[in-house]
């Protein structure tokens, strides 16, 4: 399948758009209070991403991705936030998320590990000569966010979305950097994100049962003293 | 049909002893039965063994391989002149064991003798495996065999603490060495090591300088650590008491000489390129454990920790006995070397009889006594003559009095000592007669403790009131056999050192010659030369020409008068010098090195008690586990508790990983 010189221009174009937007709404998740929100950008995010492999599917011409595509859009956007919308309404979980340090220095925070992925991934950008070039510092930077907002969120629920916002942005920065994984390590990958996301159902229920809270603090006892 | 080999011949026995452990497990429920079946059989295994020692010092060296369960690490064997001697010792010494065994464990409950029996030959069998394993895998499975069935023989009485705690600190120790010894064969074998690391391979690899003492302090820690030198011996004073008499008897006599045994191969068969300081390194490490455990031995209240000490001392010897033929192969004098290395492989089979004569003996007073702590025995002489004989004849062995065994290795020794001045170099020729005087201090200081250990215990009267017995025959008649054996080897020394030829000429390609069997004459006759025999018909003649003329000059006609009772005219058991008062000056002497405390043990009546530190642990293995606790502790801060804690841990981690792989 050829696809024509001003298609792959655009396209090009496109992907860089969408790779922004990514990274916008990881910023956008760093700084959201409110889970409801949360769990809505993640669901935002996923369709970025499915969105993005469907697109690199189309510039390259490789089948498989369509497939990989279609998985992200049934998962990611569109099953599991709605799981989470349910267990949050189960859970009966309300309010805000309380961060550990203050938004507007996350914010910062996330500013500098932008930059540290740009310059980790400028000799990375510099070797690959795909459309994808100068997408895999976006995507590193949108796995360092993820990993900045578990470790500044108190609520588990808060570190789930963290985690799967990390998987999505590891999904980029395969499909950008080599043009999507073989399917077989892409499934394997999505399960374990899969099985992660129901043992951390599981933790929450009995979390609410032994603490009736979701506070992460409460776990604090368990250790040696 | 092919014909039966030496090597054939040591796999039957070994072979024999597994049958007998798996035997004896079976039949356990029997006691008199499985004992008088098993062990008697077993001591059929070691003299098996012994043959085919004896037979391989003739013939030449053969293979055995036998496809393992990985294909690329063979089990491979090979007997040759040096496990040949080191089959020798082990075989007679399992023989003589094994009839004191027959009578000993019978009064044992049923199911703690079936377990005793697998441990016991297991333990025999590991040992007959080092001595003929050719590469670094079986080798150290057999080491392993042999140190887990000697762990479990020492926590045979594991209802006690201090048994348990014994064990822990042997396999503690035991697997420090093992690690070093690995590491060393790993060095020794380099690729081969993945090939099970064949010895015929470290023989013939060429090692840097470098990596030639790397292996060489590897494999001496390794050993080390189970031959009990400085410091590394802290579990052999705690084991050997806790472990039944004949197994302390085993691991004194064969277990630590296995250790003697590895050094040998590795020294002079794989490193024959030995860097000069190799040997003084040794003779030094040898002599401090020599002096240091003497010291304690001297000191010790309990009979078996008195002699798991003196077993210390005497692993010392040997260790400076090789060390000085380090020395003298450096130097390229061979001769010596030879010499040197008679001295320590003599006195290694000296040590294995007179010691497990002296620990079977202890496992006597045990049983008949029911204690080994020498301030509640005493007067044993009276109550069990025989024992008391044999244990004599140990004593005098091990004090080093001619015409017994010890005296000989121990001349042999000092021999070679004297013949330091034709080393080139003369700083060591200048300092090596100080260790020569090290050498002979420590023998008049193992004297010492000699005479107390006997002296305590069987001499005087008794201390406290205890039900006294003989052993059994079984008992007596292998000390007999040990006895025997220490007076044989006393008397004739030229016929083992005719045997330890070949096993000379393996490893510093020269030996002594053939001597007579009358005279003793190491170097040449004008030098020195010694015969026991001479000697114990001149003493015999002496002695008895005395007697005869005392008796002619004042025996007749007899003389009765009052006995002079020292101006006591009252004497109580407890007038007698304590174990501990019978040391004091040495203790004043060397108060440092003791680290004593006293303490009041009553106030009522006025006994104090002493108490013996032991100043490797105080100085050396406390902080080092202070230490280690600290830095735990420290470690433990990183646990708070907080996920988001630890996730900051892998975020800083990975974020460090990315930044160091750019």
Aim: net charge positive.
């Amino acid at each position: 399948m050829l696809v024509s010189a001003h298609i792959a221009v655009w396209g090009t174009s496109l992907l860089k758009l969408l790779a922004a937007m990514l990274l916008l709404i990881g910023f956008a998740m760093l700084a959201q209070r409110r889970l409801l929100t949360l769990i809505h950008l993640l669901a935002w995010q996923g369709f970025v991403l499915a969105l993005g492999t469907a697109l690199v599917a189309l510039l390259t011409g490789q089948t498989e991705l369509w497939y990989s595509a279609a998985l992200s859009l049934g998962l990611k956007a569109l099953l599991i936030p709605a799981v989470l919308h349910r267990l949050l309404r189960r859970l009966k979980v309300r309010g805000d998320v309380e961060a550990v340090i203050n938004i507007p220095t996350t914010l910062l925070l996330g500013i500098v590990l932008v930059i540290f992925a740009f310059s980790l991934a400028a000799p990375i950008s510099a070797l690959t000569g795909t459309i994808t070039r100068g997408m895999v510092g976006i995507a590193l930077a949108a796995v360092l966010l993820s990993f900045l907002m578990m470790i500044t969120r108190r609520k588990a629920i808060s570190q789930v979305v963290g985690f799967l916002a990390m998987d999505n942005g590891l999904f980029f920065a395969a499909t950008s950097a080599t043009l999507g994984m073989p399917m077989i390590v892409e499934l394997g990958v999505a399960l374990d994100a899969l099985i992660g996301f129901v043992i951390l159902g599981i933790f929450f229920f009995q979390m609410r049962e032994t603490f009736d809270s979701m506070d992460l603090s409460h776990l604090e006892r368990i250790r040696e003293e | 049909m092919t014909a039966v080999l030496p090597l054939d011949l040591a796999m039957a026995a070994l072979l024999s002893w597994l049958g007998l452990g798996l035997l004896g497990f079976a039949l356990g429920g029997y006691q008199t039965l499985a004992c008088r079946a098993v062990f008697p059989l077993s001591t059929m295994g070691g003299l098996l063994l012994a043959a085919a020692g004896l037979w391989a010092s003739t013939a030449t060296p053969d293979v055995l391989q036998i496809s393992g369960p990985f294909p690329v690490l063979p089990w491979s064997f090979r007997l040759d002149p040096l496990s040949g001697f080191f089959l020798i010792l082990l075989g007679l010494l399992a023989a003589a064991v094994s009839v004191f065994a027959t009578g000993y464990f019978r009064p044992l409950p049923a199911a703690a003798l079936r377990r005793l029996f697998l441990q016991y030959q297991g333990f025999l069998l590991g040992m007959g495996l080092v001595l003929l394993a050719d590469n670094a895998y079986t080798f150290l499975v057999a080491w392993e065999i042999m140190a887990i069935a000697s762990y479990f023989l020492v926590v045979t009485e594991h209802e006690e603490e201090g048994s348990r705690r014994a064990g822990f600190l042997y396999l503690l120790i035991a697997h420090l060495g093992a690690l070093a010894i690995l590491l060393g064969f790993a060095v020794l074998a380099g690729v081969q090591i993945l090939q099970g690391g064949s010895f015929a391979a470290m023989m013939q690899a060429q090692l840097s300088p470098f990596w030639a003492s790397a292996a060489f302090l590897l494999t001496f820690f390794g050993f080390g650590a189970k031959a009990g030198l400085l410091p590394l011996h802290i579990w052999l004073p705690e084991a050997h008491p806790a472990a039944p008499a004949p197994v302390s008897a085993l691991m004194s006599g064969a277990m630590l000489q296995t250790a003697f045994y590895g050094m040998l191969r590795v020294d002079f068969l794989f490193l024959p390129q030995a860097a000069e300081w190799w040997g003084p390194f040794v003779l030094l490490v040898g002599l401090a454990s020599a002096l240091f455990a003497v010291l304690f031995a001297a000191a010790q209240t309990d009979m078996k920790r008195l002699l798991a000490y003196s077993s210390m001392e005497n692993m010392g010897l040997i260790m400076v006995a090789m060390g000085l033929a380090l020395i003298f192969r450096a130097h390229g004098l061979n001769a010596l070397a030879a010499l040197a290395l008679i001295a320590a492989l003599y006195h290694a089979l000296n040590h294995a009889f007179f010691k497990s004569l002296l620990f079977l003996g202890s496992g006597s007073v045990l049983h008949a006594a029911g204690t080994v702590a020498m301030d509640r025995l005493g007067g044993l002489i009276q109550r069990m003559p025989q024992t008391a004989f044999f244990m004599l004849v140990g004593v005098l062995a091990i004090a080093g009095l001619p015409p017994l065994n010890g005296f000989v290795s121990e001349w042999l020794l000092l021999q070679a000592f004297l013949l330091a001045p034709a080393l080139p170099q003369s700083t060591l020729s200048a300092v090596l007669p100080l260790a020569a005087s090290g050498v002979v201090l420590s023998a008049a200081l193992a004297a010492y403790a000699m005479v107390k250990f006997y002296g305590i215990s069987f001499l005087g009267q008794p201390r406290a009131h205890l039900p006294v017995h003989e052993t059994g025959r079984w008992e007596r008649s292998a000390m007999g056999l040990l006895a025997m054996a220490c007076v044989a080897l006393g008397l004739f020394p030229g016929v083992l050192i005719g045997l330890l030829d070949p096993v000379i000429r393996e490893m510093v390609g020269q030996g002594l010659g053939q001597q007579g069997w009358l005279w003793l004459t190491p170097v040449s006759a004008q030098r020195a030369s010694y015969s026991p025999v001479m000697f114990l018909f001149g003493i015999a003649l002496a002695l008895g020409v005395a007697f005869v003329l005392v008796w002619w000059r004042f025996g007749r006609p007899l003389r009765r008068a009052g006995v002079w009772a020292c101006g006591f005219p009252l004497r109580t058991a407890r007038m007698q010098d304590s174990p501990l008062g019978f040391v004091e000056p040495l203790l004043r002497i060397f108060r440092p090195v003791f680290q004593l405390r006293r303490e009041a043990l009553s106030t009522a009546a006025p006994r104090l008690g002493l108490q013996l530190g032991e100043p490797v642990t105080a100085y050396l293995y406390r902080p080092l586990a202070a230490t280690a606790a600290w830095l735990s502790a420290q470690m433990v801060r990183l646990q708070q508790g907080r996920i988001t804690v630890y996730l900051l841990y892998s975020f800083l981690t990975l974020l460090l990983l990315l930044a160091l792989l750019r």
